[in-house]
């Protein structure tokens, strides 16, 4: 009949829409905990290099990182990383250390830059099959060192999957299958034998699902595994390129039409006035079910663009409206899930960022243990032998003057005791003072970078003044005009901040040029839109070379002409103390016309105290 197939027609675009969005519920989710894994491997760089044991100072270490992992995730039913280099698994519980086999998961994984998902597996004491999720972990070449492996149970997805509401009735069900037609969930019906078999212990032999795993999509009416006849809508969801699994839904073909057939029976009983209102009817249920399904098109269609995540609007307690529901939840949690991403790499970004220029600082430091203070150390050896030589041919003078005590040997004794060796003296006191002075330089750093901060209002103005006042006598001495404007509001350390004020404001005065009047220029300004507040230092002194700017912040590093006194390390105090606090800085200099130091601090507190801090 007409209406038959009108209705037939219908139930078929249901199902498909209603397997559409179960197919797009599972493919959100697993691109979510591909995202999850992602972002736990990409925070965790290894230090070795490709070929090399990992270079952590025990176990406990990455288990430690890989529990904190498995709490943060709580859908990670445990979590691994395998050392590629010595086939060692650590592991969030208590199996770390151990060697693992290199499966055919493992040599997928390895070869997969974008990670790789795993055959799902049934595991002793779950009650869903678990999924393997990896993601390659880099070293500091960029090379893969080691494997991330998050177990993932999709419990949550599964229970929201199954409950198809009462659009399909009792006999309503969603089936999902592996590649090889297993049963990957619970099944809502019993065999024709009466049992109820779990996830993983069966394998379909129903056209719907074999349809599903072999990579086909559309729509079927045939028997499913009870041998009952069905109208199902199936897809195929790729997991990766070796694999996917199978998406079914469907519903009884005699639930679906008894309605249909009692309508019809009375219809044709109360005449075609009756048979006429029907159709009416009909068309109108249709078109209000169509209608909420556009809208849920519509909906999902938005999810795709750059805008803010909308709900779709649509209720009810029919399956369309569980699905309206689901859908809303799970924009929900897409944009939930895009904020904590950007807060996630806005961390990482400054993590990464600190991180190079703590490197940056060792290898300085490397230079100068092995370079500036050694050179000191073979000064002070070369003259204490010179001196030793000097005393033995002293000591043969003596002796032999005191024998003929002749004339020309007292003089050379005598040259000896008031030149030679109060001139070799000078010379080891010099190489020992300026040794004393690197080392004490390197000290005084040291000890800013374990200094507690203690944050409290600032006025900076007054504490602007009160560096100036400090510099008095050398700013009148050099003729210098000192301008103070606009100043931000700050709540951070008095004593750090006095020591960035100070020290930039004496190199300003102490570098300027003899050749014009100097004028040295503070301003600030705060940015409401960011909480941070800068402020700057500009003069009308020497200027630096491009070439040079970058080394004036490394320690005993001095640039220019060097007709100043100094040691080198003021702007690698002033940079230390910058980090300290929370900011950075940073030069703008033209040779021959002058510089401007920027300092850009956080307006409020931000503390950066940690044990991997170092020198600061």
């Given at each position: 009949?007409?209406?038959?197939?009108?209705?037939?027609?219908?139930?078929?675009?249901?199902?498909?829409?209603?397997?559409d969005?179960?197919?797009?519920?599972?493919?959100?989710?697993?691109?979510?905990?591909?995202?999850?894994?992602r972002?736990?491997?990409?925070?965790?760089?290894?230090?070795?290099?490709?070929?090399?044991?990992?270079?952590?100072?025990?176990?406990?270490?990455?288990?430690?990182?890989?529990?904190?992992?498995?709490?943060?995730?709580?859908?990670?039913?445990?979590?691994?990383?395998?050392?590629?280099?010595?086939?060692?698994?650590?592991?969030?519980?208590?199996?770390?250390?151990?060697?693992?086999?290199r499966?055919?998961f493992?040599?997928?994984?390895?070869?997969?830059?974008?990670?790789?998902?795993?055959?799902?597996?049934?595991?002793?004491g779950?009650?869903?099959?678990?999924f393997?999720?990896?993601?390659?972990?880099?070293?500091?070449?960029d090379?893969?060192?080691?494997?991330?492996?998050?177990?993932v149970?999709?419990?949550?997805?599964?229970?929201q999957?199954?409950?198809?509401?009462?659009?399909?009735?009792?006999?309503?069900?969603?089936?999902?299958?592996?590649?090889?037609?297993?049963?990957?969930?619970?099944?809502?019906?019993?065999?024709?034998?009466?049992?109820?078999?779990?996830?993983?212990?069966?394998?379909?032999?129903?056209?719907p699902a074999?349809?599903?795993?072999a990579g086909?999509?559309?729509?079927?009416?045939?028997?499913?595994?009870?041998?009952?006849?069905?109208?199902?809508?199936?897809?195929?969801?790729?997991?990766?390129?070796?694999?996917?699994?199978?998406?079914?839904?469907?519903?009884?073909?005699?639930?679906?039409?008894?309605?249909?057939?009692?309508?019809?029976?009375?219809?044709?009983?109360?005449?075609?006035?009756?048979?006429?209102?029907?159709?009416?009817?009909l068309?109108?249920?249709?078109?209000?079910?169509?209608?909420?399904?556009?809208?849920?098109?519509?909906?999902?269609?938005?999810?795709?663009?750059?805008?803010?995540?909308?709900?779709?609007?649509?209720?009810?307690?029919?399956?369309?409206?569980?699905?309206?529901?689901?859908?809303?939840?799970?924009?929900?949690?897409?944009?939930?899930?895009?904020?904590?991403?950007?807060?996630?790499?806005?961390?990482?970004?400054?993590?990464?960022?600190?991180?190079?220029?703590?490197?940056?600082?060792?290898?300085?430091?490397?230079?100068?243990?092995?370079?500036?203070?050694?050179?000191?150390?073979?000064?002070?050896?070369?003259?204490?032998?010179?001196?030793q030589?000097?005393?033995?041919?002293?000591?043969?003078?003596?002796?032999t003057?005191l024998?003929?005590?002749?004339?020309?040997?007292?003089?050379?004794?005598?040259?000896?005791?008031?030149?030679?060796?109060?001139?070799?003296?000078?010379?080891?006191?010099?190489?020992?003072?300026?040794?004393?002075?690197?080392?004490?330089?390197?000290?005084?750093?040291?000890?800013?970078?374990?200094?507690?901060?203690?944050?409290?209002?600032?006025?900076?103005?007054?504490?602007?003044e009160?560096?100036?006042?400090?510099?008095?006598?050398?700013?009148?001495?050099?003729?210098?005009?000192?301008?103070?404007?606009d100043?931000?509001?700050?709540?951070?350390?008095?004593?750090?901040?006095?020591?960035?004020?100070?020290?930039?404001?004496?190199?300003?005065?102490?570098?300027?040029?003899?050749?014009?009047?100097?004028?040295?220029?503070?301003?600030?300004?705060?940015d409401?839109?960011?909480?941070?507040?800068?402020?700057?230092?500009?003069?009308?002194?020497?200027?630096?070379?491009?070439?040079?700017?970058?080394?004036?912040?490394?320690?005993?590093q001095?640039?220019?002409?060097?007709?100043?006194?100094?040691?080198?390390?003021?702007?690698?105090?002033?940079?230390?103390?910058?980090?300290?606090?929370?900011?950075?800085?940073q030069?703008?200099?033209?040779?021959?016309?002058?510089?401007?130091?920027?300092?850009t601090?956080?307006?409020?507190?931000?503390?950066?105290?940690?044990?991997?801090?170092?020198?600061?």
């Open positions: 009949m007409v209406v038959s197939a009108s209705w037939r027609t219908e139930m078929f675009r249901q199902l498909s829409w209603a397997a969005l179960h197919q797009e519920m599972i493919e959100n989710w697993l691109a979510d905990k591909q995202k999850d894994i972002a736990a491997a990409q925070g965790f760089r290894l230090q070795a290099r490709a070929g090399e044991p990992l270079s952590v100072p025990d176990t406990r270490q990455i288990q430690a990182y890989l529990q904190a992992m498995a709490r943060i995730y709580p859908e990670f039913d445990h979590v691994e990383m395998l050392d590629i280099t010595s086939q060692t698994r650590f592991s969030s519980d208590a199996l770390s250390g151990q060697s693992f086999t499966d055919v493992f040599q997928h994984a390895v070869l997969s830059a974008q990670g790789y998902i795993g055959q799902a597996t049934m595991q002793e779950k009650e869903w099959p678990l393997r999720i990896s993601y390659p972990i880099r070293d500091r070449d090379q893969v060192m080691a494997l991330l492996v998050a177990t149970s999709p419990s949550s997805l599964l229970k999957l199954l409950n198809t509401g009462e659009g399909l009735g009792k006999s309503g069900e969603v089936v999902l299958v592996n590649d090889q037609v297993v049963l990957l969930n619970p099944l809502k019906h019993s065999l024709p034998d009466g049992t109820h078999p779990q996830p993983m212990q069966l394998q379909i032999s129903a056209k074999i349809f599903a795993a086909h999509e559309g729509l079927v009416e045939a028997e499913d595994y009870r041998q009952v006849v069905v109208m199902a809508a199936f897809r195929h969801i790729r997991m990766n390129p070796e694999w996917g699994i199978g998406l079914v839904v469907k519903v009884d073909r005699q639930d679906l039409f008894a309605p249909l057939q009692r309508e019809i029976a009375l219809t044709l009983s109360t005449g075609l006035a009756g048979f006429v209102l029907l159709v009416l009817m068309r109108l249920m249709i078109h209000r079910q169509t209608r909420r399904l556009e809208m849920l098109g519509q909906a999902a269609a938005r999810l795709t663009d750059v805008a803010p995540v909308h709900h779709c609007g649509v209720r009810g307690q029919d399956e369309i409206g569980l699905l309206g529901q689901t859908f809303d939840h799970m924009a929900d949690r897409i944009q939930s899930a895009l904020r904590d991403l950007t807060l996630e790499a806005t961390k990482h970004r400054q993590t990464a960022a600190e991180l190079v220029l703590l490197n940056d600082e060792l290898r300085n430091f490397i230079y100068i243990v092995s370079h500036d203070l050694r050179s000191p150390l073979l000064s002070i050896q070369g003259f204490s032998e010179e001196l030589l000097d005393l033995q041919e002293l000591n043969n003078l003596v002796n003057a024998e003929k005590s002749d004339a020309g040997e007292k003089a050379a004794i005598t040259d000896l005791l008031d030149k030679r060796l109060p001139e070799d003296l000078t010379f080891i006191r010099a190489a020992t003072h300026k040794m004393d002075g690197l080392i004490n330089a390197i000290l005084t750093l040291s000890r800013l970078g374990r200094a507690v901060l203690r944050f409290e209002p600032v006025d900076m103005r007054r504490l602007v009160d560096n100036v006042a400090a510099l008095a006598y050398e700013i009148q001495t050099a003729g210098v005009t000192v301008t103070v404007g100043l931000p509001e700050l709540i951070t350390d008095p004593t750090a901040m006095g020591q960035v004020v100070g020290n930039l404001l004496s190199n300003a005065v102490k570098y300027l040029d003899p050749e014009r009047p100097g004028r040295i220029h503070i301003d600030g300004e705060t409401p839109a960011t909480g941070y507040a800068t402020l700057q230092i500009t003069d009308n002194g020497r200027g630096i070379s491009p070439e040079d700017i970058d080394k004036i912040f490394i320690l005993f001095r640039v220019g002409q060097q007709n100043t006194r100094g040691d080198g390390m003021g702007l690698a105090y002033v940079r230390s103390w910058v980090r300290r606090l929370g900011g950075r800085i030069c703008e200099s033209t040779l021959g016309t002058g510089s401007c130091f920027r300092v601090l956080p307006a409020a507190p931000v503390s950066t105290d940690n044990p991997s801090e170092g020198n600061g």
